[in-house]
């Protein structure tokens, strides 16, 4: 059975940091390509960043630059997002996305909010 697990979602302060989590089981996770995509309240999901299945490359949403870092351990099959200096406009739930050609797998998401 295929499965993503996110967690480290939360309530933290504008300013803060959080780690979120990404565990995957059932396919060969080396194998793909992992995102984060994110959805606020009452928008459309939004890409957030991506990491390479050999982990050599990153691409980030240009909002997120220089403060989220995507990182995946193959050894562990987990894939990460720190984030740093976190905004109220970060706040939304985040989903870990796998792809590889045609095939896409997804987490059920982890909530993040971003309030003082």
């Known amino acids: 059975e295929v499965q993503l697990v996110e967690s480290g979602g939360g309530l933290v302060q504008p300013g803060g940091s959080l780690r979120l989590s990404c565990a995957a089981s059932g396919f060969t996770f080396g194998s793909y390509d992992m995102s984060w995509v994110r959805q606020a309240p009452g928008k459309g999901p939004e890409w957030v960043s991506a990491i390479t299945s050999a982990g050599g490359s990153t691409n980030y949403v240009d909002s997120v630059k220089g403060r989220f870092t995507m990182l995946r351990d193959r050894t562990k099959n987990l894939v990460y997002l720190q984030m740093n200096s976190l905004k109220p406009e970060d706040t939304g739930v985040y989903y870990c996305?796998?792809?590889?050609?045609?095939?896409?797998?997804w987490g059920q998401g982890t909530q993040v909010t971003v309030s003082s």
């Open positions: 996305n796998a792809e590889r050609n045609t095939i896409k797998y």
